[in-house]
Protein backbone atom coordinates (compact mmCIF):
# COMPACT_ATOMS: atom_id res chain seq x y z
CA UNK A 1 0.00 0.00 0.00
CA UNK A 2 1.44 3.39 -1.27
CA UNK A 3 1.81 6.01 1.68
CA UNK A 4 2.97 9.58 1.53
CA UNK A 5 4.26 11.83 4.06
CA UNK A 6 5.05 16.11 3.69
CA UNK A 7 7.23 17.91 5.72
CA UNK A 8 8.47 21.08 5.05
CA UNK A 9 5.71 23.92 4.78
CA UNK A 10 5.34 27.07 6.82
CA UNK A 11 5.25 31.06 6.15
CA UNK A 12 8.32 32.55 4.48
CA UNK A 13 8.74 36.11 2.83
CA UNK A 14 8.51 36.93 -0.59
CA UNK A 15 11.93 35.84 -2.12
CA UNK A 16 12.70 33.51 0.06
CA UNK A 17 13.25 29.83 -0.48
CA UNK A 18 11.91 26.74 0.81
CA UNK A 19 12.26 22.90 0.84
CA UNK A 20 9.30 20.67 0.84
CA UNK A 21 10.14 17.06 1.55
CA UNK A 22 7.56 13.77 0.86
CA UNK A 23 8.74 10.38 2.36
CA UNK A 24 7.34 7.75 -0.14
CA UNK A 25 5.90 4.46 1.41
CA UNK A 26 5.46 1.46 -0.30
CA UNK A 27 6.93 2.77 -3.65
CA UNK A 28 9.03 -0.34 -4.44
CA UNK A 29 8.89 -0.58 -8.61
CA UNK A 30 9.72 1.80 -11.44
CA UNK A 31 6.21 2.77 -12.56
CA UNK A 32 4.92 5.53 -10.73
CA UNK A 33 4.19 9.07 -11.69
CA UNK A 34 5.87 11.01 -8.54
CA UNK A 35 5.12 14.82 -8.10
CA UNK A 36 4.06 17.53 -5.99
CA UNK A 37 0.65 19.79 -7.06
CA UNK A 38 -0.77 22.40 -4.64
CA UNK A 39 -4.31 23.79 -4.57
CA UNK A 40 -4.81 27.75 -4.37
CA UNK A 41 -7.47 28.93 -2.38
CA UNK A 42 -10.65 28.06 -4.50
CA UNK A 43 -8.88 26.58 -7.30
CA UNK A 44 -8.41 23.37 -8.13
CA UNK A 45 -5.23 21.30 -7.36
CA UNK A 46 -2.98 21.57 -10.40
CA UNK A 47 0.54 19.72 -11.01
CA UNK A 48 3.66 21.61 -11.16
CA UNK A 49 6.75 19.23 -10.88
CA UNK A 50 6.59 15.68 -11.66
CA UNK A 51 8.55 12.73 -13.24
CA UNK A 52 8.42 9.30 -14.09
CA UNK A 53 10.28 7.35 -11.55
CA UNK A 54 11.27 4.71 -14.89
CA UNK A 55 13.11 7.81 -16.35
CA UNK A 56 13.34 10.78 -18.07
CA UNK A 57 13.53 14.53 -17.36
CA UNK A 58 11.06 16.51 -14.44
CA UNK A 59 8.19 17.96 -16.05
CA UNK A 60 7.15 21.62 -14.56
CA UNK A 61 3.75 23.49 -14.77
CA UNK A 62 4.26 26.96 -16.71
CA UNK A 63 3.73 29.41 -13.24
CA UNK A 64 6.74 27.67 -11.69
CA UNK A 65 9.66 26.35 -14.25
CA UNK A 66 13.05 27.70 -13.52
CA UNK A 67 11.85 28.31 -9.61
CA UNK A 68 11.12 24.70 -8.53
CA UNK A 69 13.21 21.92 -8.49
CA UNK A 70 12.26 18.51 -8.08
CA UNK A 71 14.71 15.54 -7.26
CA UNK A 72 14.80 12.43 -5.58
CA UNK A 73 16.84 11.54 -2.76
CA UNK A 74 18.99 8.25 -3.25
CA UNK A 75 17.31 5.97 -1.36
CA UNK A 76 14.50 7.35 -3.36
CA UNK A 77 12.79 7.01 -0.64
CA UNK A 78 12.26 10.71 -0.12
CA UNK A 79 11.39 13.21 -3.18
CA UNK A 80 11.81 16.79 -2.48
CA UNK A 81 10.68 20.16 -3.93
CA UNK A 82 13.12 23.29 -3.55
CA UNK A 83 11.43 26.80 -4.02
CA UNK A 84 13.22 29.53 -4.91
CA UNK A 85 12.14 33.51 -5.53
CA UNK A 86 8.94 32.84 -3.61
CA UNK A 87 6.46 34.89 -4.74
CA UNK A 88 2.54 35.72 -2.44
CA UNK A 89 0.62 33.78 -5.61
CA UNK A 90 2.81 30.61 -4.01
CA UNK A 91 0.78 30.79 -0.98
CA UNK A 92 -1.15 27.29 -1.44
CA UNK A 93 -1.01 24.03 -0.34
CA UNK A 94 1.04 21.36 -1.60
CA UNK A 95 0.66 18.05 -1.97
CA UNK A 96 2.98 15.37 -2.91
CA UNK A 97 1.35 12.48 -4.73
CA UNK A 98 2.05 9.19 -6.47
CA UNK A 99 0.18 7.69 -9.59
CA UNK A 100 0.60 5.48 -12.72
CA UNK A 101 2.57 5.96 -15.02
CA UNK A 102 -0.69 7.42 -17.25
CA UNK A 103 -1.28 10.06 -15.25
CA UNK A 104 2.29 11.72 -15.80
CA UNK A 105 2.22 14.67 -16.24
CA UNK A 106 -0.69 16.46 -14.61
CA UNK A 107 -3.86 13.92 -14.52
CA UNK A 108 -4.64 14.20 -10.49
CA UNK A 109 -7.11 11.14 -11.15
CA UNK A 110 -6.17 7.93 -9.50
CA UNK A 111 -3.52 8.93 -7.30
CA UNK A 112 -2.47 8.28 -3.76
CA UNK A 113 -1.88 11.76 -1.99
CA UNK A 114 0.02 13.16 0.90
CA UNK A 115 -2.31 14.76 3.55
CA UNK A 116 -0.42 18.37 2.37
CA UNK A 117 1.98 21.09 3.57
CA UNK A 118 0.84 24.81 4.04
CA UNK A 119 3.30 26.92 2.48
CA UNK A 120 2.31 31.22 2.97
CA UNK A 121 4.25 34.14 1.08
CA UNK A 122 4.05 37.69 2.58
CA UNK A 123 5.20 40.77 0.74
Known amino acids: QVRLMECGGGSVQSGGSLTLSCALF????????LGWFRQLAGEEREAIAV????????WYGDSVEGRFTIRRSHSESLVYLTIDSLEPEDTAMYYC????????????????WGQGTQVTVSS
Open 97 to 112: SAGGARTCPTSASQRV
Open 26 to 33: GVTDSGYC
Open 51 to 58: FYSGGGSP
